[in-house]
């Protein structure tokens, strides 16, 4: 008992206090784009991008397909691009993804219904559409010491029929499509869909592939967009807390 008591004194508190104030060491988070002008001519940031984040006149990054590799700072020969450890970047709209000189944050606004049904308890059904088990492992790290997202009344289910949203993680193969279909027509009315990672935004460093059936996303617009490849666990955390009109 005496070595356990040592143990947890020593360790001290392991669980973020505040995931509204927090800021992970060594994260690659929200971009900054520099106000000052580009050389003539220049695509040396576009061309580096291996998703075609990167657009240009003026520069802009679309945080649905960015993967966070940093090839765009390496690239540009102005600086233009930089990444803070900002984990806050979360939206409630595809548009709302895309990162200018003039966006110092995004945005997630709640509308009544969900605050006033799931404000104060959220289940949520994760399906792993063909992803490569990156968002999944950092979304299982969410039920863990450190963010203990059950605190908030949040908490990821076994069954579809116990959740009020499925969270969709991966490209959408052809062969998870029907499985993905199949878990949120086993949800109860009303329903949310929440996207997250650069694969489930927009199909990430597969968008295009013949392999893909996206048309799910066509029919149910998801009500949260959560950017990453992949994304922090405060990054859902946040923007969960944001749609549901948490502060």
Known sequence: MFK????KINQGKQYVRDVRKASPTGFRG???????????GCNACQSACPTNAVLLD???IDLGKCIFCNECVRACPEQKIMFTPECKMAADTRAGLVVGENVE????RSSETIQ??????LKLRSVSAGGCNACELELGALGNVNFDMGRFGIEFVASPRHADGVVISGPITRNMARALDLAHAGMPNPKIVIAVGACAISGGLYEGSSELDREFLERFKPNLYVPGCPPHPLTFVNGILDLLGRH
Not at 4 to 7: E, H, P, Q, R, Y
Not at 30 to 40: H, K, N
Not at 116 to 121: D, E, P, Q, V, Y
């Open 116 to 121: 006033k049904i799931f404000s104060r308890s």
């Open 30 to 40: 929200f971009p900054r784009i520099s106000r000052s002008p580009c050389e003539s």
């Open 58 to 60: 003026p520069v802009r």
């Open 105 to 108: 944050a995004l945005r997630v």
């Open 4 to 7: 356990a008591l040592k143990v």
